[in-house]
C-alpha cells in the first residue's frame, strides 16, 4: 500500500514543487522576487560531507539561539535541541547543497546572484512519492491545522544537522565566547558556506548549513513510506498547504 501522507504535514503544491525541482539541474525554482521575468536555476548539487549519525537520532536546529546563550553563559539550564521524531538508519549519510542563480542589477552593477537554494541529508537513493514536515520529538500533530508550520528558528541564518547522542560535545564551539571570539576555530570549513565539528569518541559529527529565520525540515518519503531525504530550503518556500 502507498504511503498516504498526513493533512496536517503535507507539503502543498509550492512547497512540494520546490523540493522536487531543487536539486535538478537546470530546473527553475521560481523567479526573482523584483523581476518576475528572470527565472531562478537549479546551477548545481554540491555534495559538502558524509555526515556521521551513529544513534540514528537526527536534531534539525541552529547550533544556538540568544536565549539558550543567555543561559549557557550564566550555567542555567538550557533547552533541548529539535531532535526530529523521525528515526534514520544510524551510520553515514551524504549531505548536499543545491546551487542556484538568479542574475540581477544592484547599484548599476551586474549580479550573478549565486546562492544555496536548500540543503539535503540523502538517507536512500529511493525516489521520493510525497513531502511532508517533520515532527520534532514532543510535537503534538492533533495540535496542528492544515496551514500550520512547524520547524526551528535559525539566529545568525543557520542551522544543522547534528548527531543527537554528541550533542553537547558538537555544539560546543558555537556556545564559547572567549576573548571576543566564538570558538569557531575548532570547526572545519566545508564547501556551500557549511561548517562541521567532529566528536572522535562517538564517531559522530555536526554541520551547519544556511538557512534564513525560521526552518522547516521536510521528509521526502518513498511509496512504502520510508524516509529518503530530509530537507531544509534555505529561503522562504515554506507554504506547507
Known amino acids: 500500500m502507498d504511503w498516504v501522507a498526513d493533512a496536517r504535514l503535507a507539503a502543498g503544491p509550492e512547497a512540494a514543487?520546490?523540493?522536487?525541482?531543487?536539486?535538478?539541474?537546470?530546473?527553475?525554482?521560481?523567479?526573482m522576487y523584483?523581476?518576475?521575468?528572470?527565472?531562478?536555476v537549479v546551477t548545481g548539487i554540491e555534495e559538502v560531507a558524509s555526515l556521521r549519525i551513529p544513534s540514528g537520532r537526527l536534531i534539525v536546529d541552529a547550533p544556538w539561539d540568544d536565549d539558550d546563550m543567555y543561559a549557557y553563559e550564566r550555567g542555567l539550564p538550557t533547552r533541548p535541541p529539535r531532535?526530529?521524531?523521525?528515526?534514520?538508519?544510524?551510520?553515514?549519510?551524504?549531505m548536499e547543497v543545491a546551487w542556484t542563480a538568479g542574475p540581477y542589477e544592484f547599484m548599476g552593477e551586474q549580479c550573478d546572484g549565486v546562492e544555496v537554494a536548500a540543503t539535503r541529508l540523502c538517507i536512500s537513493d529511493e525516489p521520493v512519492a510525497c513531502w511532508?514536515?517533520?515532527?520534532?520529538?514532543g510535537d503534538d500533530v492533533e495540535a496542528l491545522k492544515p496551514g500550520d508550520l512547524i520547524g526551528f528558528q535559525a539566529d545568525?541564518?543557520?542551522?544543522?544537522?547534528?548527531?543527537?547522542?554528541?550533542?553537547?560535545?558538537?555544539?560546543?564551539?558555537?556556545?564559547?565566547?572567549?576573548?571576543?571570539?566564538w570558538g569557531l576555530h575548532e570547526t572545519e570549513e566545508l564547501?556551500?558556506?557549511?561548517?562541521?565539528?567532529?566528536d572522535e569518541s562517538q564517531q559522530a559529527d555536526l554541520v551547519t548549513f544556511t538557512k534564513e529565520i525560521g526552518g522547516v525540515v521536510w521528509?521526502?518519503?518513498?511509496?512504502?513510506?520510508?524516509?529518503?531525504?530530509?530537507?531544509?530550503a534555505s529561503g522562504a518556500v515554506e507554504s506547507a498547504a
Open 17 to 31: 514543487s520546490f523540493l522536487e525541482a531543487v536539486f535538478t539541474p537546470g530546473a527553475s525554482v521560481g523567479t
Open 34 to 40: 523584483n523581476d518576475p521575468l528572470t527565472p531562478v
Open 83 to 94: 531532535e526530529l521524531a523521525q528515526r534514520i538508519p544510524p551510520g553515514a549519510h551524504r
Open 132 to 137: 511532508e514536515m517533520a515532527l520534532g520529538v
Open 156 to 181: 545568525a541564518n543557520v542551522g544543522c544537522f547534528s548527531d543527537a547522542g554528541a550533542w553537547t560535545t558538537l555544539c560546543k564551539p558555537f556556545r564559547t565566547f572567549t576573548d571576543g571570539h
Open 191 to 198: 564547501p556551500g558556506w557549511c561548517n562541521r565539528v567532529r
Open 219 to 232: 521528509l521526502g518519503r518513498t511509496r512504502t513510506g520510508a524516509v529518503a531525504s530530509i530537507v531544509v
